[in-house]
């Protein structure tokens, strides 16, 4: 499995990005997915999550209300709509492919979860 991550680039505060994680490999509508973020000096922290069929999301809470977790199956594709982008969202961006199994209790903000990552994209918002 190989994902690629891409979509990140410079936006002033307030404004929107969005980023596009593709996956190889027949088993991404199987996976469920999530996007995680490295600022410099931080361990790497949970963003978002999606299960294998769409069907529930999760938000860590500093992003709740301004990004968007979105996949589409028939394009092997995840997405992270983000808007109202703040200073503080400047981070490489991480998307990262999970099992086929049910998240249980709040796994989906582990790491340990995912098997599979991405090489990141670059997010910077200036104030």
């Known amino acids: 499995v190989q994902l690629q991550a891409c979509g990140g680039g410079l936006v002033q505060a307030g404004g929107s990005l969005r980023l596009s994680c593709a996956a190889s490999?027949?088993?991404?509508?199987?996976?469920?997915m999530g996007w995680f973020r490295q600022a410099p000096g931080k361990d790497r922290e949970f963003v978002a999550a999606i299960t294998w069929s769409g069907g529930t999301v999760y938000y860590a809470d500093s992003v709740k209300g301004r990004f968007t977790i979105s996949r589409d199956n028939a394009k092997n594709t995840m997405y992270l709509q983000m808007s109202s982008l703040k200073p503080e969202d400047t981070a490489v961006y991480y998307c990262a492919q999970g099992s086929a199994i049910n998240y249980a209790g709040n796994n989906y903000q582990s790491t340990r979860t995912y098997n599979y990552w991405g090489q990141g994209t670059q997010v910077t918002v200036s104030s």
């Open positions: 490999g027949r088993s991404f509508s199987a996976r469920n």
